[in-house]
Each structure stands twice: as C-alpha cells, then as structure tokens.
C-alpha cells in the first residue's frame, strides 16, 4: 500500500511537474512575442526626499500586458532569467528607462533607477551596451542608477562591469538589502553608492515600532552612513514609518505612502506641478 501512494505521489509530482514546464513554455512564448510587439513596458515609482518631500529619482519598473490581463514581474522575470530573454529585456528597459528619464535629470535633477539581473552582469559586454544606451539616448551617467539584488553582488563584486560603470559615473545600489545572508559584514567590499533596505523590515514595523526594530534599523543606517553609502527605504506605507525613517536620518524613502508605480506621463505631472510650485 506504502508502494503504491509513493507511485501515485510521484505520478502527481510528474504531473505538476509538467504543468510548471508548460506554464513557463507559455510564458517565454508570450515574452519573445512581447519583446516584439510593445506590450512590455516601465512604469516608475517615485523615490522621495523624506524632509521636503521632493521627488529625487524614480524607478523604472517592467509590466507586462498580455491578454489583457497584467502579468507581475515575479512572474515573468524568473521566466526571462530562465530562458535567456532578460538580455534584451535588460536592454529595452534601460533603453526605455534612458530615453524618458533624460530630460527628467537635465531639467530636474530627477535620477532614474533600473533593475539588473545578475545574467546581465554576466555578459563581458553589459558595460558597453549601457554606455552605448547612455550615448543613444543622451542620459548623462549621473542620472542613471542600477539596482543589484543583493545576494547577487557578492558574486558581482568579482567582476569588473560595475567598477567601469562606475568610473564612468553610472551609481550601482544594493537591491533588497537585509535579505540575503551577507549583509553587514561584506558591505564595506561592495562597490556601491547606494543602499535600499528591504520593504520586509519597514512594513514589518509595528506602530509604534518595538525598540528592537527601531535599534535594528538604526544601526543598517549607521553603517551605510559610515561608509557614505546614499541610504533608501523601500516599502513605506504608513506615516508612522516615514516618520520614523526621518528620525533615523534615512536619506529617501519610496512606497505606497509617497506614491504608486505609475505611467511616465504621471511622474511628469508631478514635476512640472513641483516646479511650478518651487518658481
Ligand atoms: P524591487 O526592485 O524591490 O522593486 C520594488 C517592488 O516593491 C515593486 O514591485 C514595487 O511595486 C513594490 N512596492 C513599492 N512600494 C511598495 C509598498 O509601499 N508596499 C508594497 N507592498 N510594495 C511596494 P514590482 O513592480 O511588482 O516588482 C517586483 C520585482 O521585480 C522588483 O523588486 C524587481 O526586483 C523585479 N523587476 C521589476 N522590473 C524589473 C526589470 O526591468 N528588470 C529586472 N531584472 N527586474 C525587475
Ligand atoms: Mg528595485
Ligand atoms: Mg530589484
Ligand atoms: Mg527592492
């Protein structure tokens, strides 16, 4: 009997198994027609000031229309990553990214800031393909961020993409950070400039937060701030976190509370509306 539920276990393990391949067959099927056809495209989510509450930067962030329904990142970038197709989708959405947010950092100073997969950073030539992005579109390197997750830039700290990036003034930011098992103790190796600390120890800040989650995010701040690392929260939904986050000195801040992801053309009016205001 024990032989025969381990079969018919194994039968449904086979067949979701299979069913996971096929979805995944869907989806890169759907992504190589995407890629083609404009369906995939950035919105962007302000990054704020937490003091003034000024737009500083914005990050682009894919999204997929596919039969009319909006397919989630965590959804078809592990399918890219599997497939070999985040190469180019790495460069539409610098390419994108590049090309909307120029005049956002030449007329105010608004930096954007792009997702890179650790296959992108594998490729000998990424550092060309966004300096030749960064030509094409007319972004000086200043106005351009890229995010690596941080379980991915212990490997990345090893190659020399990021450092000739940097050279040329491209900044790199720590994604997610607190998630992954380096965390502190490696932060002084990394080459970065800025540090984003995971939405998972914001929201998780009870309000009041416990003198624990306080000490705990002081003291990622401290470091960072040692090292003159540019430091910026992410996922902050209430004021009650913002209002902690300013007390800490957290540099910026981005999350629901400050503003959705959303279409370019939202991020525009909200310039133009703080520069009306600052005139
Ligand atoms: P991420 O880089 O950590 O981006 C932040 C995610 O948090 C976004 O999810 C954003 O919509 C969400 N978020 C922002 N504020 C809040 C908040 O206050 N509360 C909550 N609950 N969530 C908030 P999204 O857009 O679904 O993207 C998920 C992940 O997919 C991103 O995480 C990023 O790692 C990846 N991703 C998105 N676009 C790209 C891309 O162009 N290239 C690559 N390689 N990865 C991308
Ligand atoms: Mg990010
Ligand atoms: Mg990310
Ligand atoms: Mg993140």
Not at 101 to 111: C, L, Q, S
Not at 178 to 203: C, M, N, Q, W
Request: hydrophobic share 45%; glycine share 8%; with cysteine.
């Amino acid at each position: 009997a024990a032989k025969q539920a381990g079969g018919a276990c194994l039968a449904r393990f086979d067949e979701t198994l299979r069913a996971e391949q096929n979805e995944r067959a869907r989806i890169a099927a759907g992504l190589r027609q995407a890629l083609a056809d404009g369906s995939l495209f950035l919105h962007y989510q302000p990054v704020v000031d937490p003091m003034t509450g000024r737009m500083t930067g914005a990050e682009a962030l894919m999204r997929w229309r596919h039969d009319g329904e909006l397919i989630p990142p965590v959804v078809f970038i592990p399918v890219a990553e599997q497939t070999g197709l985040i190469g180019q989708l790495g460069v539409l959405a610098l390419r994108e990214a590049c090309a909307r947010a120029a005049g956002w950092y030449r007329r105010d100073g608004v930096y954007v800031t792009v997702n890179v997969s650790t296959y992108q950073l594998r490729d000998p030539d990424f550092a060309d393909t966004v300096l030749g992005i960064l030509a094409e579109t007319g972004m000086p390197p200043a106005g351009l961020v890229l995010e690596i997750t941080e379980s991915v830039l212990i490997d990345a700290a090893d190659t020399p993409v990021l450092g000739r990036l940097r050279e040329h003034g491209v900044r790199i930011a720590i994604d997610d950070f607190g998630t992954g098992y380096s965390s502190l103790a490696y932060l002084h190796e990394l080459p970065v400039d800025i540090l984003k600390i995971d939405r998972s120890f914001i929201s998780r800040h009870q309000d009041p937060p416990s003198p624990r989650e306080i000490s705990f995010t002081r003291a990622i701040l401290d470091l960072a701030h040692s090292r003159d690392l540019v430091t910026v929260a992410e996922g902050v939904e209430t004021e009650a976190q913002a209002r902690l986050l300013r007390e800490l000195r957290c540099d910026l801040v981005q999350g629901y509370h400050f503003g959705r992801p959303a279409a370019p053309e939202v991020i525009e009016n909200l310039l133009r509306e703080s520069s009306a205001t600052a005139a």
